[in-house]
């Protein structure tokens, strides 16, 4: 059974460039988390999806930055006109549904980007 | 607003030694409490996790954590680590509702020598 796959693992973008980053929930699971990782500091939420909507994109910046979730392929973040404040790693974590047995996250291994 | 905070960001310890993480949050409602692991390259991985019930419960690998919720605190423990154990550790919480998303804290980097 496949785990949540991520992709690619090191993405490496000039300044104002796009960064797009995939993700692909494990066999049955149709909610996705995003979350972001700064050097020195634990991980912070940044969005979370079902199949077609966005539920809470609280943690998403403003400006720039997108997600999506289509009803077949991957999971999307994509950041426009990247700047080396966005180097960081991005983790993807995908549930089953959002109860509290059924609502644990099981995670991806990441995709570091640097911004250069 | 809610937060986890760990009070060790690095801890050094020989093997056979006994392990204590600090895990503290502030939220005043119910909350599910879980602690998750990252080894060296890899993914991160559920250790145990805390809904209701025994405050004590067991994970993975020989790890426990009590829910002490007078002191809003989930330590992680256990009594004789292995080399193996070298990894970044994680407490998190989240609290249901609308949103299922994670409150994690700042991670606590374990280094086992042998």
């Known amino acids: 059974n496949a785990g949540v796959m991520q992709n690619p693992r090191h993405l490496v973008r000039r300044r104002g460039q796009e960064a797009r980053l995939r993700c692909s929930p494990m066999?049955?699971?149709?909610?996705v988390y995003w979350y972001r990782q700064l050097p020195e500091e634990g991980l912070k939420f940044m969005v979370y999806?079902?199949?077609?909507?966005?539920?809470?994109e609280s943690g998403m910046p403003k400006e720039r930055f997108s997600a999506e979730f289509p009803k077949e392929g991957p999971s999307i973040l994509r950041i426009q006109q990247v700047v080396r404040g966005d180097s960081a790693a991005y983790f993807c974590?995908?549930?089953?549904?959002?109860?509290?047995?059924?609502?644990?996250?099981?995670f991806g291994a990441g995709t570091r980007l640097s911004v250069l | 607003a809610q937060s986890v905070s760990q009070h060790n960001h690095h801890v050094i310890l020989s093997e056979a030694a006994s392990l204590e993480l600090g895990c503290n949050y502030s939220y005043g409602g119910t909350v599910n409490l879980f602690w998750y692991v990252q080894y060296p390259g890899q993914h991160l991985q559920l250790l145990l996790k805390y809904f209701s019930g025994d405050p004590l419960v067991k994970g993975i690998k020989g790890f426990e954590a009590e829910f002490i919720k007078s002191k809003f605190s989930f330590n992680l423990r256990k009594p004789s680590v292995q080399w193996s154990d070298t990894a970044e550790y994680f407490c998190?919480?989240?609290?249901?509702?609308?949103?299922?998303?994670?409150?994690f804290g700042t991670g606590t980097l374990l280094a086992v020598q042998p």
């Open positions: 998190a919480l989240n609290y249901g509702g609308a949103t299922n998303k994670l409150i």
């Open positions: 066999k049955g699971h149709s909610h």
């Open positions: 999806l079902q199949k077609e909507n966005i539920i809470d």
């Open positions: 974590a995908s549930s089953p549904a959002s109860g509290r047995a059924t609502g644990i996250q099981y």
